[in-house]
């Protein structure tokens, strides 16, 4: 459990990393249900859910769908140059991939004990490079782009919801 929440956590601090600024908590439209999630007690800003049956103890491969990209709805699809896009959920892909890859197996089909995870970078947008220029606008946020994460993972047999955030 520990490497997968670690993967989890990849994930969120990959979009970060790609030069992408905070925001509010929304719902981009890539989970089927954000009705369960709950503020996360140990991370601020962050929504969660984990179903009360699930063991990590029952799950020892993991299928990795490829990552998604959902955009913020003022950028209109033009939040990142498609060919970078591709470059970034790719290696989004791997880095998870790679983290999951130390102490579980990563499969291609389903079976018992594998976890289906779905991993989508949304709320996509461009920063406004002009209004980045000055230290007071990035202080007060106008300008900047931005990111968030959603991912989900179910049981890759009885697809149910195991958890999500």
Do not use: W
């Not at 490829?66 to 003022?74: N, Q, S």
């Not at 880095?95 to 594998?114: E, F, H, I, M, N």
């Not at 959603?150 to 009885?158: K, T």
């Amino acid at each position: 459990m520990r490497n997968l929440a670690t993967a989890l956590f990849l994930a969120s601090s990959v979009a970060l990393l790609a030069g992408c600024g905070g925001g509010s908590v929304g719902r981009s439209g890539f989970l089927d249900d954000y009705s369960q999630l709950k503020p996360h007690p140990e991370v601020s800003g962050a929504m969660h859910y984990r179903n009360p049956e699930f063991s990590a103890a029952r799950y020892s491969q993991f299928i990795v769908d490829p990552v998604g990209a959902h955009f913020a709805p003022e950028s209109e699809g033009k939040a990142i140059d498609p060919a970078v896009l591709k470059q970034l959920t790719d290696y989004f892909h791997r880095k998870l991939v790679d983290a999951l890859s130390g102490s579980y197996r990563v499969v291609q089909q389903p079976g018992p004990g594998t976890m289906q995870l779905r991993v989508a970078l949304t709320d996509l947008r461009k920063a406004t490079k002009s209004l980045n220029i000055h230290p007071a606008t990035k202080l007060m946020g106008v300008g900047l782009g931005g990111a968030s994460v959603e991912a989900e993972g179910v049981g890759a047999v009885s697809g149910r919801r195991l958890l999500a955030f």
